[in-house]
């Protein structure tokens, strides 16, 4: 169970993903979350930096979803007036609304790509599915709630777990 825990790509932000290489690789859809991945999780909209980031998805042919386990009312905000679609109340890591994003960009599994910032939702989700996975830094770990700072708990047993077996190593996980 461990070793689904473990993301294909770590970086630091969104930002920092190789879409040109992904691309090249097959890679189509992109499922996003939201909270401490694209924005803060107490920041409503997309910052200008983010902005030309989704252009730069668009112009490079990519599809994108954001899924979010957040209310209809937060994620709408922040998706609606950017025209994206998503898919709101997510209860990741379960598997549906991963098939629901897919279903949305109609591109399959193994050209999926997952981005969040938690192990236990959205790396563990995604891997289940044999999707991409790729684990980003939380942009705002201050403004996390309740249940996210015990599944930070869990990820630190985990992560000292998957140390130990020589599964996460300090420099990021390249191809
Ligand atoms: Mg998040």
């Known amino acids: 169970m461990f070793e689904m825990l473990v993301p294909r790509l770590r970086v630091n932000t969104v930002f920092d993903i190789d879409l ?3 691309y090249r690789k097959g890679y189509r859809g992109i499922i996003t979350d939201l909270d401490n991945t694209l924005v ?21 042919g990519f599809k994108l979803v954001i899924v979010s386990n957040n209310n209809m009312d937060r994620v709408s905000k922040f998706a609606t007036p950017l025209n994206i679609e998503f898919v709101h109340g997510a209860r990741k890591p379960s ?7 897919m279903k949305l960009m109609e591109i ?3 050209s999926t790509i997952v981005v969040g910032d938690q192990m236990l939702t959205d790396v563990y989700g995604g891997n ?9 830094l939380p ?3 201050k403004d996390e709630g309740f249940g996210t700072r015990i599944n930070r708990r ?6 000292t777990r998957l140390r130990k077996q020589g599964l996460w190593h300090e420099e990021e996980s390249k191809e």
């Open 128 to 136: 289940r599915l044999g999707l991409y996975t790729v684990l980003v």
């Open 154 to 159: 869990v990820e630190r047993i985990a992560l």
């Open 108 to 110: 399959g599994p193994d």
């Open 40 to 60: 803060g999780a107490k920041a409503p909209l997309a910052t200008p930096e983010l902005l030309v980031w989704f252009d730069k998805v668009k112009q490079l």
């Open 139 to 141: 942009i705002s770990p």
């Open 95 to 101: 598997n549906a609304p991963f098939h629901r994003a």
């Open 20 to 22: 040109e290489d992904l």
